[in-house]
C-alpha cells in the first residue's frame, strides 16, 4: 500500500487529535466545552447530542481571517493543502524559558513539508510557551505551508505587536497554524504523511480538526532531496 504521492508507510496512522470532553482546558477566556444530550437510549431509543465549544478548542486550525480580515476563512480553503508531508522535530525551551526556535532540527525536512514541534510537556493538556524573539524570521524564511504544535497558541517574546504578532506574521505567510495537537513526541525526528481536516463552517476563523499522521519509510529512489 502506498503513502501520499506514492510513498511507503512506516506505520500505522496515529490520530493527533485531542479527545474532545465537557470542562476540557481551552484558551482562556474562550467558552467551555459543552456537551448536552438531547435523547436517551432508555427514554428515547436514540442517543441525541449537543455540541456547543469554540472553533479554536481542542485540536483545530487556525484560518488566516483569524487575524487577517481580508484572509480566506476555514471553507475557503483548499482541501489539498490539508493533505501533506510533514517533519515533525523536538523544540527545547532556551534559558529564558522560551521555545529556542534557533534550535530546531530541519535535517529531515524538504522543501514544501509541513512543520510539526513537539514541545516538551507532560500531558495533553493547554500549554503555552513563548517562542523566543526574533523566531518569525526562521520561520517564515523556509515558507511553510502549514506549523503545527502541542501548545494553544503562538506566541513570541518580545513581540512589539504584542500576542497575535507571530500570528499575524505566520497567517499573514500563507502558513496555515495547527494548534492543540497531541503525541507529537512519538513521532519526532520523523517525515509523515499529515492529514489535517476542519470542520468545514462556513465564514469561520478557525475550526476543530481530526488530525492523522504516520510515518513514512525510507525510500532512496523516491525520497531523494
Known sequence: MSGIGGRRPAGQWLDLSQLIYPGMPVYPGDPPVRIHRLAAHDKDGCQLSELAMSCHSGTHLDAPLHYHPDGAAIDQIDPDRLVLTAWVSRIDIDGQGCLDAAGIDWSGWRPGDGLLLAVPCSSDAVSRFSFASGSHDILTRHNLPLIGTNMDTFVEAGDPLGEPGLHLR???????????????????????????????????DGAPARVIARAIACNPVSDDI
Open 170 to 204: 505566520l497567517l499573514g505567510a500563507g502558513t496555515l497554524l495547527l494548534e492543540n495537537l497531541s503525541r507529537l513526541e512519538t513521532l519526532a525526528g520523523r517525515r509523515v504523511d499529515l492529514i489535517a481536516l476542519p470542520l468545514r463552517i462556513a465564514g469561520a
